[in-house]
């Protein structure tokens, strides 16, 4: 069974950093592209980042580029976005998917900046 | 960057209804769409893949269509398990992007 976990989630200040972590297991993590995806309280869904399955090729919405990175350890059947110079509306909740098209979904973690 | 236009926004539908959802692309983007079902609280669920591709445990009554510019997610006979909000993604061109989504309620 292809499971996704998120972690790392939590309150940070502004300008404040954080990284989240997806724990991927029930699949062979390095034969995907893997995608975040995240939703502001009330909002739609936002397209955040993607990553090729050896980590040559990455690609981010604008409103990131600059300030999130997205790696992965295929090792460790982990992906991950570190999240720097925070403004108040990245707050949401953000999720990791599998593949470009987001086949399956984590459950989410909470990320809310805010002084 | 490609817009999805999603509509409507939301909708009221009983029970057994046919219900018909729109996406439409502001340039083609192939075949390159799904749809997706989010309940409260809950992460979204992919139904439909490359525009009308069932996804593997999803009930026939979902169905997807179209090509280019225009989408359209139909379910044939609204069950109380379908009311959720439902997304289109296009994951034709960088940057991918999401139409705004289309609650459907109880009538």
């Known amino acids: 069974e292809v499971q996704l976990v998120e972690s790392g989630g939590g309150l940070v200040q502004p300008g404040g950093s954080l990284r989240l972590s997806c724990a991927a297991s029930g699949f062979t993590l390095s034969y995907y592209w893997m995608t975040w995806v995240r939703q502001a309280p009330g909002k739609g869904l936002e397209w955040v980042a993607n990553i090729k399955q050896d980590g040559s090729e990455k690609n981010y919405v604008d409103s990131v580029k600059g300030r999130f990175t997205i790696s992965r350890d295929n090792a460790k059947n982990s992906l991950y976005l570190q999240m720097d110079s925070l403004r108040v509306e990245d707050t949401a909740m953000y999720y990791c998917?599998?593949?470009?098209?987001?086949?399956?979904w984590g459950q989410g973690t909470l990320v809310t900046v805010s002084s | 960057d490609i817009q999805m236009t999603q509509s409507p926004s939301s909708l009221s539908a009983s029970v057994g209804d046919r219900v018909t959802i729109t996406c439409r692309a502001s340039?083609?983007?192939?075949?390159?769409l799904g749809w997706y079902q989010q309940k409260p609280g809950k992460a979204p669920k992919r139904l439909i893949y490359?525009?009308?591709n069932l996804q593997s445990g999803v009930p026939s009554r979902f169905s997807g269509s179209g090509s280019g510019t225009e989408f359209t997610l139909t379910i044939s006979s609204l069950q109380p398990e379908d009311f959720a909000t439902y997304h289109c993604?296009?994951?034709?061109?960088?940057?991918?992007?999401f139409g705004g989504g289309t609650k459907v309620e109880i009538k």
């Open positions: 490359g525009a009308s």
């Open positions: 340039q083609g983007i192939r075949n390159d």
């Open positions: 993604l296009q994951y034709n061109s960088y940057p991918l992007s």
């Open positions: 998917a599998r593949y470009v098209g987001a086949e399956y």
